[in-house]
Nanobody
Framework: QVQLVESGGGLVQPGGSLRLSCAASGSIRFFNMGWYRQAPGKQRELVARQTTFGSTNYADFVKGRFTISRDHTNNTVCLQMNSLKPEDTAVYYC????????WGQGTQVTVSS
């Protein structure tokens, strides 16, 4: 079992950057880690994920703009978000998967001028 706490969300202008962090309560070494988002009135969707072996995949709408990374020393997963667009506005959730899903509470990202 693992508990996840996200941070780093906020208000940013279009074209700006944010870095989200997810702190895990224990080792993430054997978890597949990911970031999802949910906009008002929409379903939660995958943004990026990284397997325990370091393999990554990204949603088409963030390719080239977002980067996921993990740090096993500090048990954190980060999402670097560049060139943000208004349509990136959503609550972003950290996810850990090993036989079952674990979720953080989410962090709000608002992209607006």
């Amino acid at each position: 079992q693992v508990q996840l706490v996200e941070s780093g969300g906020g208000l940013v202008q279009p074209g700006g950057s944010l870095r989200l962090s997810c702190a895990a309560s224990g080792s993430i070494r054997f978890f597949n880690m990911g970031w999802y988002r949910q906009a008002p009135g929409k379903q939660r969707e995958l943004v990026a994920r990284q397997t325990t072996f370091g393999s990554t995949n990204y949603a088409d709408f963030v390719k080239g703009r977002f980067t996921i990374s993990r740090d096993h020393t500090n048990n954190t997963v980060c999402l670097q978000m560049n060139s943000l667009k208004p349509e990136d506005t959503a609550v972003y959730y950290c996810n850990a998967f090993m036989r079952q899903n674990y979720w953080g509470q989410g962090t709000q990202v608002t992209v607006s001028s």
